[in-house]
């Protein structure tokens, strides 16, 4: 069964930057949109950026944007978040999202937690 691998998540302090990757244990067929979420103690599960596999068209959250970059590799089947400027806001579990069509599949990573704090 496939798996979303992701790595990069840690310890960060605010002002300070980390880089999430994720990767398919194997090929994925027909990949539409990749993506990431968050979701931090008491909080519903928000989209934090996602990218149009195709065409890389990108979309982020108000929160992130200009401060987290998005992007993918189609070959390789996988996803990075590049994230700047981190702040205590962002602490959450990210977990990777990939979606893929006809049929529709919808992957999740495990999730990996990210911890902005000094």
């Known amino acids: 069964q496939v798996q979303l691998v992701e790595s990069g998540g840690g310890w960060v302090q605010p002002g300070g930057s980390l880089r999430l990757s994720c990767a398919a244990s194997r090929s994925i067929s027909s990949i539409a949109v990749m993506g990431w979420y968050r979701q931090a103690p008491g909080k519903q599960r928000e989209l934090v950026a996602n990218?149009?596999?195709?065409?890389?068209?990108?979309n982020y959250a108000d929160s992130v944007k200009d401060r987290f970059t998005i992007s993918r590799d189609n070959a390789k089947n996988t996803v990075t978040l590049e994230m700047n400027n981190l702040k205590t806001e962002d602490t959450a579990v990210y977990y990777c999202?990939?979606?893929?069509?006809?049929?529709?599949?919808?992957?999740w990573g495990q999730g990996t937690q990210v911890t902005v704090s000094s």
């Open positions: 999202n990939f979606v893929a069509v006809t049929p529709f599949r919808n992957y």
């Open positions: 990218i149009v596999s195709t065409v890389g068209t990108t």
